[in-house]
């Protein structure tokens, strides 16, 4: 339900953008996020944007180099994570992640156990 893709190897300095196809669901009633995984590190929190794309966070190491955006079509919701300015240590798979919205006000998290669909990951090689 939820399909990836963007990823790929870029100079660092460079820009790549991901994609992410959401569908199968009411996914206009999820907070949309990306997380990443490093050789060898636990998979960590990037970036989330809430319904309506009103809200938005990100781990401070990518605050001012990425962005994320979200479209909310009828039949697929796509999320994107704009990465500029990518660093050898950006290098990770890159995974979409969705958390239903189950109450008025709900937070974005920033622990992946919260969140209720992942999408399969997409490889970034930052080189130097």
């Known amino acids: 339900q939820l399909q990836a893709s963007g990823g790929g190897l870029v100079q660092a300095g460079g820009s790549l953008r991901l994609s992410c196809a959401a569908s199968g669901r009411i996914f206009t009633s999820y907070v949309m996020a990306w997380f990443r995984q490093a050789p060898g590190k636990e998979r960590e929190f990037v970036a989330a944007?809430?319904?309506?794309?009103?809200?938005?966070?990100?781990v401070d190491s990518v605050k001012g180099r990425f962005t994320i955006s979200r479209d909310d079509a009828k039949n697929t919701v796509r999320s994107y994570l704009q990465m500029d300015g990518l660093k050898p240590e950006d290098t990770a798979v890159y995974y979409c992640a969705a958390d239903a919205v189950r109450a008025i006000g709900w937070a974005i998290s920033r622990d992946k156990a919260d969140y209720d669909y992942w999408g399969q990951g997409t490889l970034v090689t930052v080189s130097s």
């Open positions: 944007i809430g319904t309506g794309g009103r809200t938005s966070d990100y």
